[in-house]
């Protein structure tokens, strides 16, 4: 494992406390950062805590509510007065449906955690950064966000809408150094594989020119680079994670 820098750094990870979260806050952890893990779950917060140790500190947030995220805010920076590090991985699937038989209230539920609680959590926390010109936010958007992946059109088009956001606020912070990128993986083997069909596993796998689904610690990687000082030129910018599945 490559040493990355960010020793004294403190990074709030949503959805921290399982899948590629986890393996997000494990990578920081080992690069000397501290961490808070934002999840909705407070029993894998409470495992993830005890799984990752010293330098961890957790939230019960839900995302999706605006005054929850501003509440986690407050909490977060009473033990921590910075936040130099923002991962928005909070995320759901939805069914693997076609699009006119789709549950409009499923629809509405992938566009709050994927979209929209990504927006409350970048709208608070980037004051902050600004104030001290300096902040890394890494958002998890998909390669169904550059292609559309067939029965799942909500979770595609929230990606893709996660790629423009990143584009935007990028763009709007280029003179601060708060930097702002996403990472599109192909399918990581995870949790969240439980919330899709087995032909739609089979289907993401097909598509994938490696022949295997990525790990969560090949995410890890590409993230924790992109959390660190050393990625100082780099904003609004996509990164494949694919397996060559997508590549422009």
Partial sequence: MNQLDLAG??????????????????RLLVSGATVTL????????????????????????DVCEHADVVR?????????????VLVNCAGITGPNVKLWDYPPEQWQRVMQVNLTGLFFCCREVVPLMRE?????????ASV???????????????????IALTKSLGKEL??????????TPAAVKTAIFEQ???????????????????TPEEVAAMVGWLCTEECSFTTGAVFDLSGGRSTY
């Avoid at 032909?199 to 796998?205: G, N, S, Y």
């Fill in 9 to 26: 750094r403190h990074a709030v990870i949503t959805g921290g406390a399982t899948g590629l979260g986890f393996a997000i806050a494990r």
């Fill in 38 to 61: 934002w999840d909705l779950d407070r029993q894998a917060l409470r495992r993830a805590a005890g799984e990752l140790g010293a330098g961890v500190q957790t939230v019960a947030v």
């Fill in 72 to 84: 986690a805010v407050q909490q977060t920076v009473v033990h921590a007065p910075v936040i130099d």
């Fill in 132 to 140: 001290r010109n300096y902040g890394r936010i890494v958002n998890i």
């Fill in 144 to 162: 169904a966000g550059k292609e559309g992946n067939p029965n799942a059109s909500a979770y595609s088009a929230s990606k893709a809408a996660v």
């Fill in 174 to 183: 280029a003179d601060t150094g708060v930097l702002v990128n996403c990472v």
């Fill in 196 to 214: 899709m069909t087995p032909e739609h596993i089979a289907f993401m796998l097909s598509k994938i020119p490696m022949g295997r689904f990525g």
